[in-house]
């Protein structure tokens, strides 16, 4: 049985658009190295953002990247948006004094429940209504920084989404009573999502959902389904990682195979992807990146690149990219997506 997951198709003229996209940048600590996994050095983080102004990148507000997506209008080159999960005390103390002193907006995406019940390490309401006072945006990261793909124990579907719905509402109603004003946009915890996670964060209302699933942004991405390039780590954080992320650039697709859904089955027989513009891309470089699985040089039927598998899925949550690279600019373009057992 055929699965594919379908993206609307965006306006003739907004698709029309070509070149690079922009790319959202995730970052959450900084000059906390006993915390290496998530951290950024203070040397590493003004290095990375020197390079952004040397080399004429636009950093914008998420908000106007969004408003772009949901109006079908053209994006601009060489444009950055900065997002910071958590709202550790680092974004305070160490990251906003490097930020105000170039003068570049971002966003803060709140882990309610870190701050609401004061733990250690996390801003305080009083540090995050200072910074938005001066003009930094803060958005909503969910209450509890669960994993919203782990249904916990004892919990039928309809008891599964009310439990997901609870925390989202709760996160919402701290943000919107604490600053009086009410989140437009949704980080996903952890960057796990399934289709379930993902319908209930749309039923909140919210004008934008991001992931963590690495990728730029092109005209045609889903606003409800943003990636974001995570900076972090020993080797995530490097100045030759954070070059490599700017020049990639967006794979649009019309269907996936699998659909982003609860796994069903132990063994994928297909993974793929029907390409928008198949024509742009060197056909002899695509391919199809599976966790667990490894690359794999994809076969093409028309303009649908896929793998055929017959091996069970090593791990419960499994990325899926398909990359190749363009025939014009030699750019790595790939789109990256989830599927949770």
Do not use: C
């Not at 429940?113 to 910074?131: C, D, H, N, P, S």
């Not at 039928?156 to 509402?169: E, H, K, T, V």
């Amino acid at each position: 049985m055929l699965f594919l997951f379908f993206v609307a198709a965006p306006s003739a003229l907004f698709a029309a658009q070509k070149g690079p996209g922009v790319t959202v940048l995730i970052y959450h600590r900084f000059g906390e190295a006993r915390y290496p996994t998530t951290n950024v050095s203070e040397e590493r983080f003004r290095e990375q953002l020197a390079y952004l102004m040397m080399n004429n990148y636009q950093v914008i507000p998420l908000a106007d990247l969004v408003s772009a997506l949901e109006h079908h209008t053209p994006l601009p080159e060489k444009a950055v948006v900065i997002t910071i999960d958590d709202a550790y005390r680092s974004v305070y103390e160490v990251a906003w004094p490097i930020l105000q002193s170039f003068g570049y907006p971002f966003t803060v995406f709140v882990y309610a429940q870190g701050v609401e019940e004061k733990y250690k390490g996390f801003m305080t309401w009083e540090q995050i209504r200072e910074l938005r006072k001066a003009g930094v945006d803060f958005q909503d990261h969910s209450y509890s920084h669960s994993r919203l793909v782990d249904r916990p124990k004892g919990l039928d579907d309809a008891g599964y989404r009310s439990w997901i719905r609870n925390d989202l509402q709760k996160g919402f109603d701290i943000m919107t009573e604490r600053l009086g004003e009410k989140p437009k946009f949704f980080s996903i915890p952890y960057g796990l999502y399934d289709t379930t996670v993902l319908e209930e964060a749309k039923a909140m209302g919210y004008a934008a959902i991001l992931s963590q699933d690495p990728g730029s942004v092109s005209p045609e991405t889903d606003v409800m389904l943003i990636p974001r390039e995570p900076i972090l780590g020993n080797d995530w954080s490097t100045m030759a990682h954070f070059e490599e992320v700017l020049e990639r650039v967006d794979m649009p697709v019309t269907a996936m195979e699998p659909r982003p859904a609860p796994r069903q089955e132990k063994v994928i027989r297909r993974f793929g992807a029907a390409l928008l513009y198949p024509e742009r891309y060197k056909q002899e470089t695509l391919g199809i990146y599976v966790t667990g699985l490894g690359w794999h040089k994809a076969r093409i039927d028309g303009n649908f690149v896929f793998i055929d598998n017959d091996r069970p899925l090593p791990q419960r949550i499994t990325r899926i990219t398909v990359s190749g690279k363009e025939k014009d600019s030699g750019r790595l373009a790939f789109r990256t997506w989830m599927v949770v057992d």
